[in-house]
C-alpha cells in the first residue's frame, strides 16, 4: 500500500534550527512536496524535490533520498510565526498524492 | 490577481439536507481537486477534474457529487448520503511547473453540522 510516515508533534526554539522527517512508499514516484499550514488556513505550498539532494529556499531547506523513501524539510532560525503544521505528501505514479497527517511544529520563545 | 476562491467559509447543513460548496479558480489551471480534511488525519481525496465535462473519484467520494461544466469552476455537493460531513474542505488547482504538478489551494470551506 501507499503510506506516509512523519512525526505528529514536535518542539524547538525561537532561533534554532528543527528538522522535520518524512518517509515515504508509493506506487510510483514523481516528486516530493513540503506545505505549511496554519491552524484553520489552508496549505500553502513550500517546496518540491524529484531529484535526490538539497533544495534551499531562505531560511527553509528541503532535502530528498529516493533510494530510501526519505524526505526532510529543514527550517532554520525559528521564528514564532512558523509555529504550523507541515504536511509532507509523495506523488504517486498516477500523478496523485498521497499525504501524510502533518507535523505541528510548536516554537518557544 | 490570480487565485483560488471558495465560499462559503462556513456552512451549516440539517439533517437531509445536500448543500453545495463553491470553488473557482482564475489561474488557467487544468486539473482541480477536492479534499477533505479531519482533526489529525492528512488530506483525502474526494473528485479531481483534469479537463472539463470530466472528472473521477478519489478515495472517499461515496455521499458527494461534483461537476465541472466550466474549467474555472468546480462545485462539490454533499449529499445527505454523506452521513459524517463535519469537516474542512479544501479545493486546489494544478498545473505543470519547474516545481511539478504543484497543487495550490483555496482558503477552505468548513461545514458543520447542525
Known amino acids: 500500500g501507499q503510506n506516509i510516515d512523519q512525526p505528529t508533534e514536535m518542539t524547538a526554539t525561537e532561533g534554532a534550527i528543527v528538522q522535520i522527517n518524512c518517509t515515504y512508499q508509493?506506487?510510483?514516484?514523481?516528486?516530493l512536496f513540503w506545505y505549511q499550514q496554519h491552524a484553520g488556513e489552508a496549505p500553502t505550498f513550500l517546496s518540491y524535490?524529484?531529484l535526490d539532494g538539497l533544495e534551499e529556499k531562505g531560511r527553509f531547506s528541503s532535502f530528498l533520498s529516493r533510494s530510501k523513501g526519505y524526505s526532510y524539510l529543514l527550517l532554520k532560525e525559528l521564528q514564532m510565526k512558523d509555529s504550523a503544521s507541515y504536511l509532507c505528501?509523495?506523488?504517486?505514479?498516477?500523478?496523485?498524492?498521497?499525504w501524510g497527517a502533518g507535523t505541528k511544529l510548536i516554537i518557544k520563545p | 490577481d490570480g487565485g483560488i476562491t471558495q465560499s462559503p467559509k462556513y456552512l451549516f447543513r440539517k439533517e437531509g439536507q445536500n448543500v453545495t460548496l463553491s470553488c473557482e479558480q482564475n489561474?488557467?489551471?487544468?486539473?482541480m481537486y477536492w479534499y477533505r480534511q479531519d482533526p489529525g488525519q492528512g488530506l483525502r481525496l474526494i473528485y479531481y477534474s483534469q479537463i472539463v465535462n470530466d472528472f473521477q473519484k478519489g478515495d472517499i467520494a461515496e455521499g458527494y457529487s461534483v461537476s465541472r461544466e466550466k474549467k474555472e469552476s468546480f462545485p462539490l455537493t454533499v449529499t445527505s448520503a454523506q452521513k459524517n460531513p463535519t469537516a474542512f474542505y479544501l479545493c486546489a488547482s494544478s498545473s505543470t511547473t519547474a516545481d511539478g504538478e504543484t497543487q495550490y489551494f483555496g482558503p477552505g470551506t468548513r461545514l458543520l453540522v447542525l
Open positions: 505528501a509523495a506523488m504517486d505514479s498516477n500523478y496523485q498524492l498521497i
Open positions: 489561474l488557467n489551471h487544468d486539473a
Open positions: 524535490n524529484v
Open positions: 508509493t506506487s510510483g514516484f514523481n516528486g
